[in-house]
């Protein structure tokens, strides 16, 4: 694979598509199987609330996993995102219902680098929260 979008079509400022990721107490079962993170705070809602939180909540893996979604569906190549790091500053409170969570991220190019790089910067919410602080990506564009 290759990065399918060019270093030189691109502008500080430019948006990347918003996308929206759906998290139910189901999507965290199977993480914590794939992950080996059988932690209860991410399944057991009765230990959540024992120890603080307002509910069970996702793995902050895997919300820093959906949120960089934006970023590789955008530029056409997972491998093209040469560093990624996040701030945890909220947790994604999953209810058991029907509903769940959603995961709502946008991003933007804050800088163009050299060598065909350009910095990201991510948004990601839950219930209108800000869940992920100083979420940035360096990617490698055509």
């Known amino acids: 694979m290759a990065a399918k979008i060019a270093y030189d079509e ?3 400022g430019t948006e990347l598509p918003t996308q929206s990721f759906p998290v139910t107490r189901a999507t965290l079962v199977r993480y914590a199987g794939a992950s080996g993170d059988f932690n209860p705070i991410h399944w057991n809602e009765k230990f959540a609330r024992e120890v603080g939180l ?3 909540i996702a793995h902050g893996m895997f919300t820093m996993a959906e949120a960089i979604r934006v970023v590789t569906d955008w530029v056409g ?3 093209a995102v040469v560093e990624y790091g996040v701030r945890f500053t909220k947790p994604v409170v999953v209810p058991n219902d029907d509903g769940g969570a959603v995961i709502e991220v ?3 190019v804050a800088a163009k680098l050299d060598d065909g790089l350009v910095r990201v910067d991510l948004l990601a919410k839950s219930a209108g929260q800000k869940v992920l602080g100083v979420s940035r990506a360096v990617v490698r564009l055509a």
Request: no cysteine; aromatic share 0%; net charge negative.
């Open 10 to 12: 691109v502008e500080v």
């Open 54 to 56: 307002p509910d069970v």
């Open 77 to 79: 190549d997972p491998a």
């Open 106 to 108: 946008g991003a933007k």
